[in-house]
């Protein structure tokens, strides 16, 4: 009798595609680092303030997702190659997954009221 091999393929997991242009630049967001996420996640309360420490905060998120595929991008670089609306554009556009995954977290916890 043999057993039965079970495998979890995670390299299977292949995310959308989603690509930053910038300053000439082709830069994939597709993937965000775990690191990253967890210390989104850990930062939450101080990103959420709204305190004069929060935006050099996100910058250094958003740099932290650019640089697997641009390892030379810096949070220094990011506000040198943008105007504001760029930098919001673009802060949004690399967020917008982590947003969602918390989004739809949050929705799973939520108690249905019962009719």
Not at 18 to 28: E, P
Not at 84 to 96: A, C, D, G, S, T
Not at 98 to 109: I, L, W
Request: aromatic share 4%; no cysteine; hydrophobic share 40%.
């Amino acid at each position: 009798m043999s057993k039965k091999q079970v495998i979890l393929d995670l390299d299977q997991i292949i995310p959308e595609e989603r690509v930053v242009i910038l300053a000439g630049k082709r830069i994939d967001v597709s993937r965000i680092p775990s690191r990253v996420t967890l210390d989104i996640a850990k930062n939450s309360d101080k990103l959420q303030s709204g305190s004069q420490d929060t935006f050099p905060l996100l910058l250094d998120q958003v740099a932290s997702i650019l640089r697997p595929s641009f390892p030379e991008v810096t949070a220094d670089w990011i506000v040198d190659n943008t105007d504001l609306n760029q930098l919001l554009k673009l802060i949004e556009f690399v967020l917008e997954p982590v947003k969602d995954r918390a989004g739809a977290d949050s929705e799973k916890n939520e108690v249905s009221p019962s009719l």
